[in-house]
């Protein structure tokens, strides 16, 4: 007879060795999913691993069983992530990169006098494609460059066929009696045009006055204009202060106006005085006057110690200021030494 207990018992054990153990969740795979993912599964069932866009799987199975046991075997599978092509050499530029793997970024940039034609930064993607497509470097240049108007090239060569290459650059001129207002010289930019072209104007001076106790010749022409020469001169004793021939300016103006300066008449009727390093004697020297900007050192005596020195005096537009120390002798003081015959202090 079987008790009723034992049959239990027997029902339970034998249920236990045909269902086996039940499979825990699997362990978690990098870059993985399972399929079907569940907290546990019956012995029999099936999961598959399959790599995440972007990865592929090395070495190992992908397929698992539960076994009786309850427990997974042993997975070895990895999933590594694709390799993009080879991008570390641009020519005529850096890359920045760590790894070619999805997913990762590469950067570009290129040498000075190269621009990039195409992205700055390109991605690995889960094809381990480029994407967008790596760019090149190409060369900067710029176009042939406008003329100003009334201008003329004065120096340009292009270097790249017609085109101007980066840094190159082209000087122009303007025309005879244009001014120019602007830098003479244009460059081309990294952006492939070229720096602010400079402007010929007409630039016209008003006709230059004639300076008092003076003249002044300039072109006969219905009117002056740039780079145009006006020449000053004074009459017999007078002396021109500035520069004998001037220019008409940019700025429309006389590079300077110079003015005449009146001679001077000395006070003195005898003295020997140093002049232009000499002794001279002065009634002779400046018969007609000094002239304007003419220097003399008077000899002055110094009584403590019976020596002479000398002092400087200017003509300067007509007057001239006898240095005070000078004293002039009576001619009829002649047993007097002038100061120019004692020695020097
Ligand atoms: C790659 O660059 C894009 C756009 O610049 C950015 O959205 C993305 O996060 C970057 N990815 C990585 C892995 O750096
Ligand atoms: C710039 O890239 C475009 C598209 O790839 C190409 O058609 C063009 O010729 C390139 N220009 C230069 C100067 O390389
Ligand atoms: C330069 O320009 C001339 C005239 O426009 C043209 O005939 C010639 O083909 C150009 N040369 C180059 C290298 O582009
Ligand atoms: C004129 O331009 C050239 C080239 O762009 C530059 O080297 C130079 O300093 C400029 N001159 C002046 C006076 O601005
Ligand atoms: C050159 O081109 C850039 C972009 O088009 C512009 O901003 C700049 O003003 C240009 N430079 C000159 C001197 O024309």
């Avoid at 039940?22 to 079907?36: E, N, W």
């Avoid at 940039?109 to 690995?124: A, E, I, Q, R, V």
């Avoid at 720096?195 to 230059?208: A, D, M, R």
Wanted: glycine share 6%.
């Amino acid at each position: 007879m079987i008790s009723p207990v034992l049959i239990l018992f027997s029902t339970f054990l034998c249920h236990a060795a045909t269902a086996g153990r039940t499979c825990p969740k699997p362990d978690d795979l990098p870059f993985a999913t399972v399929v079907p993912l569940k907290t546990s599964y019956d012995p029999g069932e099936q999961i598959v691993y399959s790599c995440k866009p972007g990865y592929v799987s090395r070495g190992g199975m992908r397929r698992f069983t539960c076994p009786l046991t309850g427990m997974w075997p042993i997975n070895t599978l990895r999933c590594v992530p694709r390799v993009c092509p080879f991008a570390g050499i641009l020519e005529n530029g850096i890359v920045r990169y760590t790894t070619f793997e999805y997913p990762n970024n590469i950067s570009f940039s290129c040498n000075p006098g190269f621009y990039l034609n195409g992205t700055s930064s390109s991605k690995c993607t889960e094809e381990g494609k480029w994407s967008p497509d790596i760019p090149v470097c190409a060369r900067i240049t710029c176009p042939p460059p406008p003329i100003p108007k009334f201008a003329l090239f004065k120096d340009y060569r292009p270097t790249a066929g017609n085109n101007s290459l980066y840094q190159d650059t082209v000087v122009f001129k303007c025309l005879p009696y244009f001014a120019m207002t602007g830098n003479d010289t244009i460059m081309c930019t990294e952006l492939g045009n070229w720096t602010q072209l400079p402007k010929c104007q007409e630039v016209k001076c008003p006709f230059p006055s004639r300076p008092d106790n003076g003249f002044v010749n300039y072109p006969a022409k219905p009117v002056l204009l740039y780079k145009d020469k006006a020449t000053f001169g004074c009459h017999d004793t007078y002396k021109l202060d500035g520069p004998e021939e001037v220019e008409c300016t940019k700025t429309g103006t006389w590079s300077s106006l110079p003015t005449c300066k009146a001679s001077c008449k000395l006070s003195i009727k005898k003295a020997t005085v140093l002049y232009q390093g000499l002794r001279v004697k002065i009634q002779e020297q400046f018969k007609n006057g000094m002239m304007h900007g003419d220097t003399v050192h008077f000899y002055c005596k110094n009584k403590e110690k019976k020596c002479s020195y000398t002092e400087a005096a200017h003509c300067i537009d007509g007057t001239i200021e006898i240095p005070k120390c000078f004293k002039e002798h009576s001619s009829l003081a002649f047993w007097k030494t002038d100061a120019s015959d004692v020695a020097p202090c």
